[in-house]
């Protein structure tokens, strides 16, 4: 039987489709293919913005006729929109047609509750406020060779004003240190090159004490198990940063130069509206504390621009943080308010056309700088880890230590071999160049 999974949202979402394929496989769905040829569909939806709940309402509607024409086609929806209040009601009430909604937590009963639809007309519906155990023992069908996703803890506890993590995600979760430090370990045995420990907070890594040592411990011991890879780690929280996670990150070749440290406003009134807790003046001192034991180090961050009340000013203090600190590139994003989080609740929202005129303003004023840095990389050498082929470019592409793209051309397939790439052109965080062998 052939499956389909449809994916939004973060890297901890990707993975997360990862252990779905490994629960699917084990129920007898052994091919993975397009939604046409599928038995069954997963959408594994996310929910922290609106356009990305808009999106998979629109690729849910659109299955309405396959489903009527494909008998036994199952449709299932699950992650962060499904566990999101209410609307899994809501789920049901437009689209019908679906045959189960499971929560973010209810993932691990997936293979049960199919095999329970196939017994009953009505749809199965299972949404728990808790995962209690963080092992769950499912074997995920990894897509990402040559890199590797590592759950290190789930949920978040940290309630930033406009984020609605904690409430589909729960308290955070640690993964005893030795079954984290076995699995990569087994991975990289098994020939991957890169692996990237996630969690919503690495920093507050064992802050439940189940965990066993703190994440630069972590950190060290992971980048200690022998072999030649790479190793990542996302996201890091401002608040809790620490000398001894630069430390560590000095101490290991292995682990990227490279730090995503979202700061979200480079103002400290929107800061803390946001419950951030932190300041401009201690991220900047932060980063300055990074670059003393790296100098190197790349830094990438999260902005979002129009948070409620957020004057022009405040607005033009992120993008002077921008040209502030440096960082090589960032995800920017328009406030967009969540049911149930606090700043969804404030006066001053701001209207859509500031917004727009704001985010266009940084955005430009990111790449420029991206563009900047970018060049600096022509005429030089970096290794990266070739990771894909992109069809449509003809190209190999991979990422080098400090996060940037590098394309080059090749008659066999490079895939999961680190590269020398001598660099020719630069393209916004994108570099060109040829393979040296
Ligand atoms: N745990 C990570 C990432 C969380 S989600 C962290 O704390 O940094 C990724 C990014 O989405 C956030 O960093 C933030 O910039 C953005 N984001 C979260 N909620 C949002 C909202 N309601 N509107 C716009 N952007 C949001
Ligand atoms: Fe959301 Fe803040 Fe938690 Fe990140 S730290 S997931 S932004 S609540
Ligand atoms: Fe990730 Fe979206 Fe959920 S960003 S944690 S999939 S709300």
Redesign the pocket.
């Known amino acids: 039987m052939n499956y389909h999974i449809v994916t939004y949202g973060?890297q901890m979402n990707v993975h997360e489709s990862e252990k779905i394929a490994g629960i699917l496989r084990d129920h007898g769905y052994t091919r993975e293919t397009g939604e046409e040829e599928a038995d069954i569909i997963v959408f594994n939806t996310c929910c922290?913005?609106e356009n990305a709940e808009n999106h998979a309402f629109g690729n849910i509607g659109a299955l309405k006729k396959l489903k009527r024409q494909k008998k036994g086609l199952l449709i299932a929806v699950g992650g962060c929109m499904a566990q999101e209040e209410g609307k899994a009601k809501i789920l049901r009430e437009k689209f019908p047609f679906i045959d189960i909604i499971f929560g973010t937590h209810n993932l691990p009963a997936l293979g049960e509750m199919i095999e329970r639809k196939k017994k009953q007309k009505k749809a199965v519906v299972e949404i728990a406020p808790e995962r209690a155990q963080t092992e769950d023992g499912i074997q995920p069908v990894r897509t990402s060779y040559p890199n590797a996703w590592v759950n290190i803890m789930y949920g978040?506890n940290?309630f930033?004003s406009?984020?609605?993590?904690p409430y589909v995600r729960g308290r955070e979760r640690s993964r005893r240190a030795e079954d984290i430090l076995a699995e990569c370990r087994d991975l990289v045995s098994a020939g991957y090159k890169e692996i990237t420990l996630l969690g919503?907070?690495v920093n507050s890594y064992d802050s439940d004490g189940q965990g066993g040592m703190s994440f630069p411990e972590l950190l060290d011991a992971v980048a200690s198990v022998e072999g030649k890879f790479r190793l990542r780690f996302m996201?890091s929280?401002p608040k809790d940063f620490t000398e001894e996670l630069a430390a560590v990150m000095q101490k290991h070749a292995k682990i990227c130069r490279l730090l995503h440290l979202?700061v979200?406003s480079g103002s400290d009134r929107i800061l803390s509206l946001m419950n951030r807790r932190y300041t401009r003046e201690k991220y900047c001192s932060e980063i300055a504390l990074l670059r003393r034991y790296l100098p190197d180090c790349e830094v990438t961050t999260?902005?979002?621009v129009g948070f409620p009340t957020e004057t022009e000013e405040e607005f033009e203090e992120t993008l002077s943080l921008v040209r502030e600190v440096g960082f090589s590139s960032a995800?920017t994003?328009?406030?967009?308010?969540?049911a149930g989080?606090k700043?969804a609740a404030m006066q001053g929202q701001i209207p859509e056309d500031v917004q727009k005129a704001r985010i266009m303003r940084l955005v430009e004023a990111v790449n420029a700088q991206t563009r900047e840095k970018s060049a600096k990389y022509v005429g030089k050498r970096t290794e990266i880890l070739c990771e894909d082929y992109d069809a449509k470019k003809g190209l190999y592409l991979g990422r080098d230590e400090y996060g940037r793209m590098g394309y080059f051309a090749d008659k066999r397939s490079r895939i999961g071999e680190f590269v020398t790439l001598k660099v020719t052109e630069a393209n916004g965080i994108s570099l060109y160049g040829t393979a040296e062998d």
Do not use: G, K
């Open positions: 973060c922290i913005r978040c940290n930033c406009y984020c609605i993590v919503q907070n996201t929280h979202p979200q999260d902005l979002i995800f994003f328009v406030y967009s308010p969540r989080t700043a």
